[in-house]
């Protein structure tokens, strides 16, 4: 949807030719613009509150380049790229300024959201192997205007590292546990604090982790309420959701 799409619509308003109920109706009902290989949804922020954001996994630096150009010139003036490898971000960074990290392989073009949520999200790792699902949250929920906090490396095998921030625990308003292995971290969470966790299994562990399997199930079984799971190694979604949770109060 671009700026002369809503300035025609609006002029319908001013002029008494269509009802505000229906121009928002159309608004929300916009049509997406073809490229050919996607589909880009122009007015998503509109529908879901946060713009469409590019999964660079199985994209070449061509198409996400043609998807971002698509993009800005409907007037999105911040494109998140997740699964974006260090090499199609150098490509990218060519024709856009791009904000790169490296760990979490994730990139953004534009400057992130002020942050404005009702609190912090607190994001916190098993251990530093599970770093590149929790930079890929944290980039993720500083682009979409919130205040982190990150504990890394704070797992269930030595508890006291956990414990030693146990005042940012419970002042969080959501908590990312992100953890392989056999995924504790995510019950042990939950047993400390009174807000949502979001619970992120990554791949990390030996052959019997089965690629993240393990930790996923027992994330799923978590004795502790409160627990919600994403997919393994889903850093991008868990800070998605905590990020609706954090402006649950712009509804009301």
């Known amino acids: 949807m671009n700026n002369t799409y809503i300035n025609a619509l609006l002029k319908k308003v001013a002029e008494h030719k269509i009802s505000i109920e229906k121009a928002a109706l159309e608004i929300k009902a916009a049509p997406f613009e073809e490229l050919g290989f996607a589909k880009i949804d122009t007015h998503r922020k509109i529908r879901n509150g946060v713009p469409e954001v590019i999964y660079g996994a199985g994209k070449s630096a061509e198409q996400i380049l043609q998807i971002c150009e698509t993009m800005k010139n409907n007037g999105q003036e911040q494109i998140l790229i997740t699964r974006l490898s260090e090499e199609k971000a150098k490509e990218i960074s060519s024709s856009f300024k791009l904000d790169y990290n490296n760990i979490g392989n994730i990139g ?33 929920a500083k682009a979409l205007g919130n205040e982190i906090v990150c504990l890394y490396d704070v797992g269930v095998a030595g508890l006291h590292r956990l414990l030693a921030h146990i005042d940012e625990l419970m002042s969080a308003s959501v908590v990312i546990a992100v953890a392989g292995m056999e995924g504790a971290l995510a019950s042990v969470v939950a047993g400390l604090v009174d807000c949502p966790v979001i619970a992120v299994p990554t791949s990390v562990g030996y052959g019997a982790s089965f690629g993240g399997l393990s930790a996923l199930l027992s994330m799923l079984n978590s004795c502790a309420s409160g627990v919600s799971v994403v997919n393994i190694d889903n850093g991008f979604g868990a800070a998605y959701q905590a990020n609706m949770i954090n402006h649950i109060g712009e509804r009301k």
């Open 108 to 140: 953004l073009i534009g400057e992130p959201s002020n942050p404005d949520g009702i609190g912090k999200i607190v994001i916190a790792t098993g251990g530093t192997s599970d770093m590149y699902a929790a930079e890929e949250a944290a980039f993720t």
